[in-house]
């Protein structure tokens, strides 16, 4: 099968929500190839890379985007599209260069080019992220998650993604039951039960990111501790867990602040992330209007994890 590939040339300020937007226009996937991500990675006290100066200094700062279209979409009036909603997204954040254009591929040619930006790392004290396809030698005390992306997000490397592990890390204990609101390829579920839980129940609205988060918990011999299926949380049966964990946009986080409390124990916890730093009052003023009792705020980059205590009276 044939896919239209679009490229987009543009900031690190606006990947994220280019990304949202191509995706919701009808992209079947999307790669973000971001300098930026990979020279922090390498600088990194705790990256298991290394790259000599002239490399790093190589890499620029631009953030290149690739979106893939099925053979429904006419390039053409793709094209259009996307410079119409850029013009949109202009008016917030500084988008570079933009649109560049577009070239035909084939599925083989996109869903494997990614691959030699993703290596082993650290995500948080103890646990190691490691490819599915690379080697490494697992060191005393270390937990290791493998992961095979394919076209979901949640490879890790994102600041919001390492945030929410830490505090997974910092929370777990063992049997304890977990909620993943917005799964993407289930890592985090994952690092929840090798962590110590008992089960954690995974779910997300994108079909692509229940089947891949699927084949990362069978990867990983979790299957058995962890249920996925798609949907939002309304979706989920009332039940009670000891720690939801969310790695979405504040919108959503505040959206299902109402109801949470049907999901999580008294005194439960809610681990969120995936928040800009400009909305962090704005989650923060949600929950603790609701009972919640705010228990810590994390910052990497721009983006914030913020840990809530669910109400001891439900």
């Known amino acids: 099968m044939e896919w239209t590939q679009v490229i987009i040339k543009t900031t690190e300020e606006a990947s994220d929500a280019i990304?949202?937007?191509?995706?919701?226009?009808?992209?079947?996937?999307?790669?973000?190839?971001?300098?930026?991500?990979?020279?922090?990675?390498?600088?990194?006290?705790?990256?298991?890379?290394?790259?000599?100066?002239?490399?790093?200094?190589?890499?620029?700062?631009?953030?290149?985007?690739?979106?893939?279209?099925?053979?429904?979409?006419?390039?053409?009036?793709l094209g259009s599209l996307i410079n119409e909603k850029l013009e949109f997204i202009s008016k917030f954040l500084d988008v570079g260069r933009g649109y560049i254009g577009f070239e035909m591929v084939n599925d083989e040619d996109w869903s494997t080019a990614w691959k030699k930006y993703y290596k082993p790392f650290h995500i948080s004290d103890s646990v190691v992220i490691k490819p599915s396809w690379e080697e490494y030698q697992k060191k005393p005390g270390e937990l290791i998650i493998e992961m095979d992306p394919g076209m979901a997000f949640g490879?890790?490397?994102?600041?919001?993604?390492?945030?929410?592990?830490q505090l997974l890390e910092k929370h777990i204990k063992r049997g304890d039951r977990v909620i993943d609101v917005g799964c993407g390829t289930g890592i985090l579920s994952i690092i929840a039960v090798k962590l110590g839980a008992a089960h954690a129940t995974a779910i997300d609205v994108d079909e692509v990111a229940v089947r891949v988060a699927d084949e990362n918990c069978t990867i990983n011999g979790v299957s058995d501790k962890v249920s996925i299926m798609k949907g939002v949380l309304a979706d989920l049966e009332p039940q009670r867990a000891d720690v939801a964990v969310a790695n979405i946009i504040a919108d959503v986080v505040i959206g299902f602040a109402d109801m949470v409390t049907k999901y999580l124990k008294r005194g439960g916890l809610l681990l969120t992330s995936g928040?800009?730093?400009?909305?962090?009052?704005?989650?923060?003023?949600?929950?603790?209007?609701?009972?919640?009792?705010?228990?810590?705020?994390?910052?990497?980059?721009e983006w914030v994890a913020i840990a809530f205590k669910c109400p001891d009276s439900l």
Do not use: W
């Not at 890790?156 to 945030?163: I, M, N, W």
């Not at 928040?275 to 209007?289: F, L, M, S």
């Open 19 to 77: 990304s949202e937007m191509l995706t919701s226009i009808g992209a079947g996937g999307v790669v973000i190839e971001d300098p930026n991500e990979i020279r922090r990675q390498i600088e990194s006290p705790d990256s298991l890379d290394y790259a000599d100066q002239e490399f790093i200094d190589s890499l620029g700062t631009e953030v290149t985007i690739k979106a893939y279209f099925n053979e429904e979409y006419r390039p053409e009036e």
């Open 155 to 165: 490879t890790g490397t994102h600041e919001t993604t390492r945030l929410c592990s």
């Open 275 to 301: 928040i800009i730093k400009e909305r962090k009052e704005d989650v923060v003023n949600t929950y603790t209007a609701l009972g919640f009792r705010l228990e810590s705020i994390d910052e990497m980059g």
